[in-house]
């Protein structure tokens, strides 16, 4: 493993060991959540699982701490300067867009309360854990361009957009497919869907932005130094998959079947 | 930074570990039963009545076994039907103890309901499920005992599941429409009470 | 202390100090507002006495018609009579009790055995419970608090570390 | 005639127009291919204007970076290019903030036009008794219109303020994304002309709140309101973001928080509540044009939907949103009075913090829109308490301005006169506030004119009158030209008693039983003569208007030059020539004193760096 010198203005940059520890205990928290849900559906409990891990992803993965330690340079044009404001950007960007989630969330239980959607459990295990995987990797090409390795960043990047479009295949292409009811049909339907789908959206984008990356990467426009277009992309699809940790105890997870 | 995540993730473990018990020890202490109780378990009144093979049936004979005991009409179209498929799946998900289960069908539809028709309804779902019909006279006390109010055609107003223990006694009765899943799991409880 | 810590300590207390001002507020109004809902769910239990079913049969009611609860009561039903009473998806054999839990908004009519017109009409409101009082509390309390926080900071300015000096003082 | 289709603008429309075509087509296509009857004008009417908008940006070119970005190509950071100066660029994308908030200005006076304009036609019909020249649906096609129009107007004439003053008083070259800002804006002249096209597509009586299940029902136009306003809300997220991002990042050297100009306070409030609650009127919009579209039954209570979860989303966004509409103006009142009477700004942390509270304050207080729509009935209180919390703030500031006044060398020129003119009116609307906010007098008032006399009141006084003192004030900075001060008095003195009589009427009737969203009303209720009033009034509102614009115009002919610091400012940008250089400030501005202490002598509020 590369232990590289300080690149950053934020100490020497996390190993990938750590991001690899990170992922342990996440998919430990996952398996335990699911087996939660198996054995006493309590919600709370079910609630506690969800918020250690977007903890987790928040503080480990998308290093919100990055934030506070914004670049007080004074001069204003400098390439560190331009990066924690774009950092700034990024984050408010992802709060704002953060509101439409937690909308859709509280709609959610506003509308079926404590009963949930009759979908596939089996399935639904299978895409978060891909989605989970898709985050480890993600956070593995961040890591390694920040220690000046790009292949690894661009192979890491790979592996993370095809689990990318296999969340998406698995819940448009078969969720959609097999759920018992169609958007129409009554209000779980349209929860249902409309959760899935703004999410799903959002996974597209984060496909369609790290493609790009990759792009721009395999012709070496970005450097250990400056990569700012890496890290965003990374921290977005991170930010998809914290979404994705709250939506799926919401959908898949709480509550009993209505009978 | 990992010397600091390694503190963070064993606190998370702990945690999770602590909620679980936790949890396990809340739900273990404080169990209520789905359907709603008798309080105290009253002896359920005893009947003499014809099974599907024609042989005498009594409520007393299964003494020992815990009796989910159901009123209803063969030709009848959704409770009935729906209520023997509930009780099946209950059997079901009993597993390995759905042998200390019995099901009593008793006819509400003396006209309709002929130990054969009785039989083949029954054999819809489940073999060991036992039926129980008679004439008018035979079956109107036992209604009677059981608050059960029927109307011409065997239509019941009162669709429920009465759950007998094996002294005999009423404890429980189950509104139409319960899930397999509260009624299994009241047995269970029964059974860890023993 | 950091800049950020110092305000987040000072938002924390002033929203904690506007909470303990909603407190009183809210509960006065709860107390002025109160009527035949606003109680938490607690069990109810009706009697039937001892020879209902001949003056059933007879054609005279013996309990009120219709009876008010709120949501999560549980309705505890004893039976004094000699004969079997049911009540919608209770059965009580003589001399004991049936319970159960009225979870579901909305008026019910339950076919029973100890009313002459063998319905028996159920009320299940919408219970003013704790934690509407909570809510209640959070509303009042959250907003109060924030503006007191933000006062106080002209009112105390933050204390900081030796390396951030403070805002606002030329 | 090159040089005409080279102009953004225009290349955006054509492009919008393609796209509308393509996606209409699409859904056409789809449609066919599903073996489904391939005409059906809802969903294809609406993918069609979605797609429109996304080409309209396209063809303006705002877009162009950031595909050149994902193409790999690096892109020039320089803001602006200096060889396209001159009239044309405010036709097509620039990425100068200057440049793009005059842009906006010009949206939002369109806007209001547009939205004034629908007022007077339906105030014209209000004047008898019974239907005269409207239908209904016409009646309230128009009224719902002149809401959201006036709005979205105001939403981006908000944004005109911000875009344009925000840099230049915090002393910073541009904003934090000018490639985004640049979004931002020309995103909102789709949106706007969707939103208009409704008036085409059969309309819709929902008035503005567009509720369900009635806006689930109502005609076509319905769904070009949701994405209309949905459009638009991006507009304002985006530049909220890109606003807080400036102030946070930009600020010149020594700005510390309690240095800030006031209004920048001003802007950081409305910001926050732009960036975060507008999502959830999208969110609300969308859903309900999902029920629509698939049938999905949020709303719905058939399918177990629930039409108040609607007004709760909707109130989240739309009660704050009322203070994105004040608080500019508010700031504007606080940051020009203290130039007008040469005194120190009486209170100034008091004001800042006051911007702040109401806008974090505000965020839970939307309840008291629902008193009467079946909310938990106890909840109403506490929703009351925080209500008329809210009212604190909004005194302090009050009390600021009495005590800046206080004894002042007050001079009254035109900008001067709007200041005074909101302030005042903006007290009639703040007072006739509280009634709405205690429960028992609002399930009386609820739904009344008197609301809308209210409303109309805040809005006047805390955005017409500041946003007009603030064109009056900030135009020598913008063309080098300064308005003529007759005119302009003159435009004041009508605007202001014309919408005096027009709100205190409104309250009247209100009081006297008047429904609001009415298109008729009972010559019995003998309140005629009020609404006689109330439209010539109307009127007068509109001829100021019109005197407003003949002012622009001449002003453009022959105006009087003015490129010193025309009111004797001490805030930076008028520290430099008018009208304000390209790059801003070529010497970085240093904050070497208080913001506001007109008349301190020898006090000094920025520096630029090399001079002593």
């Given at each position: 493993m590369v232990e590289s010198k300080s690149i950053s203005k934020t100490g020497t940059p996390p190993t990938l060991r750590l991001g690899f520890l990170v992922f342990v205990v996440l998919a430990v928290l996952t398996a335990v959540e699911f087996a939660f849900a198996l054995y006493f559906n309590i919600w709370f409990l079910l609630a506690l699982m969800a918020i250690l891990k977007g903890g987790l992803v928040m503080y480990y993965y998308m290093h919100i701490y990055k934030l506070f330690e914004a670049e007080k340079d004074e001069n204003r044009e400098s390439f560190a300067y331009k990066l924690a404001t774009n950092r700034l950007g990024l984050w408010f960007f992802m709060l704002s867009d953060g509101f439409i989630f937690g909308g859709l969330f509280i709609s959610r239980f506003n509308l079926l309360g404590l009963t949930r959607p009759d979908v596939n459990q089996l399935l639904g295990v299978t895409v978060t854990s891909v989605l989970l995987v898709s985050s480890f990797f993600a956070n593995r090409a961040e890591v390694s361009m920040e220690h000046g390795n790009r292949n690894q960043a661009i192979a890491s990047l790979v592996v993370t957009i095809t689990l990318g479009v296999l969340f998406l295949v698995g819940v448009l292409g078969v969720e959609w497919r097999i759920a018992p009811f169609g958007p129409g049909d009554g209000v779980q339907g349209a929860i249902f869907y409309s959760m899935t789908g703004f999410h799903a959206f959002h996974v597209l984008t984060g496909v369609i932005f790290l493609s790009i990356v990759i792009r721009n990467l395999v012709r070496g426009r970005y450097s250990a130094e400056k990569h700012w277009g890496v890290e965003a992309a990374v921290v977005y699809w991170h930010f998809i998959d914290f979404v994705w940790i709250f939506f799926y105890p919401a959908l898949y997870l709480i509550g009993t079947l209505p009978h | 930074m990992e010397k600091k995540f390694l503190w963070v993730g064993t606190a998370i473990l702990a945690l999770v570990i602590f909620a679980t018990a936790a949890t396990i020890f809340y739900l273990r202490s404080n169990r209520a039963f789905n359907g709603s109780v008798i309080n105290p378990p009253s002896p359920a009144a005893d009947f003499t009545l014809t099974n599907q093979s024609g042989q005498p049936v009594k409520?007393?004979?299964?003494?020992g076994k815990y009796i989910l005991l159901f009123f209803g009409y063969t030709h009848c179209i959704n409770e009935c039907p729906a209520t023997m498929a509930i009780l099946m799946k209950t059997r079901l998900l009993l597993g390995d103890r759905a042998g200390d289960v019995q099901v009593l069908f008793v006819a509400t539809d003396p006209a309709g309901d002929t130990p054969q028709a009785v039989g083949e309804f029954l054999a819809r779902f489940d073999p060991t499920f036992m039926g129980a019909t008679g004439t008018l006279a035979e079956l109107q006390p036992v209604w009677a005992s059981y608050g059960v109010t029927v109307e011409d055609g065997?239509?019941?107003h009162s669709s429920y599941v009465y759950l007998i223990d094996p002294a005999g006694n009423l404890r429980l009765t189950y509104p139409y429409p319960s899930t397999p899943e509260q009624i299994a799991a009241d047995l269970q409880l029964l059974f860890r009470r023993k | 202390m950091t800049q950020r810590k110092a305000l987040l300590t000072r938002f924390l207390i002033g929203i904690s100090i506007g909470l303990l001002i909603a407190i009183p507020l809210s509960e006065l109004a709860f107390y002025f507002q109160g009527n035949n809902t606003s109680r938490p769910p607690k069990t109810i239990t009706i009697d039937i006495p001892a020879g209902t079913a001949q003056k059933v049969s007879q054609g005279q009611s013996v309990l009120p018609q219709d009876l008010t609860f709120v949501v999560g009561d549980i309705l505890v039903v004893n039976n004094h009579d000699s004969i079997a009473h049911t009540l919608g998806p209770l059965f009580i054999p003589p001399n004991a009790s049936a319970r159960m839990a009225l979870d579901h908004l909305g008026g019910f009519s339950f076919v029973c055995s100890f009313q002459p017109t063998r319905y028996q009409g159920l009320d299940v409101q919408e219970a003013l419970t704790t934690a509407t009082r909570i809510e209640g509390i959070v509303i009042a309390g959250i907003p109060l608090g924030i503006l007191l926080a933000l006062y106080s900071l002209i009112l105390r300015p933050l204390k900081f570390g030796k390396n951030t000096p403070p805002p606002g003082t030329a | 005639m090159r040089k005409f289709f080279s102009l953004g603008l225009v290349r955006g429309l054509i492009w919008q127009v393609i796209g509308t075509a393509f996606g209409i087509g699409l859904v056409t296509g789809v449609r066919a291919l599903m073996r489904l009857p391939a005409w059906k004008a809802e969903p294809a009417v609406v993918v069609g204007a979605l797609f429109g908008a996304l080409f309209f940006l396209y063809g303006v070119g705002v877009l162009d970076d950031w595909l050149k970005w994902a193409n790999g190509e690096e892109t020039s950071d320089e803001e602006v290019d200096e060889t396209g100066l001159g009239r044309r660029r405010y036709f097509g994308a620039s990425q100068d903030h200057k440049v793009i908030g005059i842009q906006y200005l010009t949206l939002a006076l369109i806007l209001f036009t547009v939205g004034g304009t629908f007022a007077l036609i339906f105030r014209t019909e209000l004047v008898k008794p019974g239907m005269q020249f409207l239908t209904p649906l016409e009646y309230n096609t128009l009224m719902s219109l002149h809401g959201i129009v006036m709005i979205v107007g105001i939403l981006i004439g908000i944004s005109a303020f911000m875009n344009y003053t925000v840099p230049l008083l915090i002393g910073a070259r541009d904003m934090a994304f000018p490639r985004l800002n640049a979004f931002s804006f020309w995103i909102a002249v789709p949106a706007g002309i969707i939103l208009l096209s409704s008036l085409f597509l059969g309309g819709f009586d929902t008035g503005w709140t567009g509720y369900p299940p009635l806006s689930v029902r109502a005609p076509l136009g319905m769904q070009m309101f949701f994405l209309g306003v949905s459009l638009s809300s991006f507009s304002s997220i985006l530049s909220a973001l890109n606003i807080l991002a400036t102030v946070i990042r930009l600020r010149a050297k020594g700005m510390t928080p309690f240095r800030l100009p006031i209004f920048v306070w001003a802007a950081i409030a409305t910001s926050i509540i732009s960036l975060t609650a507008t999502q959830l009127i999208g969110l609300a919009f969308q859903m309900v044009m999902l029920e629509r579209l698939l049938g999905m039954g949020f709303f719905d209570p058939v399918k177990g939907g629930n039409p108040v979860l609607f007004e709760h989303l909707f109130w989240f966004y739309s009660h704050p949103a009322v203070y994105v509409f004040v608080l500019p103006g508010l700031g504007v009142i606080s940051e020009l009075l203290p130039v007008f009477v040469r005194k120190p700004l009486y209170g100034y942390k008091w004001v800042a913090m006051s911007s702040l509270g109401i806008a974090l304050t505000g965020f839970l207080v939307w309840g008291h829109h629902m008193f009467a729509s079946g909310m938990a009935e106890y909840l109403r209180e506490p929703f009351m308490y925080s209500t008329l919390l809210v009212a604190v703030p909004t005194g302090v500031k009050f009390f600021s301005w009495v005590a800046t006044i206080w004894k002042g060398k007050i001079s009254f020129p035109t900008p001067m006169l709007f200041v005074l003119g909101g302030i005042v009116v903006f007290l009639l609307g703040g007072l006739s506030g509280p009634p709405n906010a205690t429960v028992s007098t609002d399930l009386l008032l609820n739904n009344t004119y008197y609301i809308v006399g209210h409303f109309h009141d805040t809005l006047f006084g805390g955005y017409v009158f500041p946003f007009f003192a603030s064109i009056y004030y900030w135009w020598p900075k913008m063309t080098g030209k300064r308005l003529n001060e007759k005119l302009g008095k003159l435009h004041f003195w009508l605007m202001g008693p014309g919408m005096l009589i027009l709100t205190l009427a409104m309250m009247r009737v209100g009081l006297l039983g008047m429904r609001r969203r009415v298109a008729d009303y009972d010559p019995a209720l003998g309140f005629q003569s009020y609404h006689i009033a109330m439209t010539l009034s109307g009127y007068l509102v509109a001829l100021s208007i019109l005197i407003f614009f003949i002012n622009v115009f001449l002003t453009m002919k022959r105006g009087e030059v003015a490129l010193g610091n025309v009111w004797g400012s001490r805030s930076p940008e008028w520290q430099v020539a008018s009208p304000m250089p390209v790059h801003n400030y070529d010497k970085p501005v240093v904050v070497v004193g208080e913001p506001y202490d007109y008349g301190l002598p020898g006090s000094r509020y920025v520096k630029f760096e090399g001079e002593d």
């Open positions: - | 409520l007393s004979d299964y003494r065997g239509e019941t | - | -």
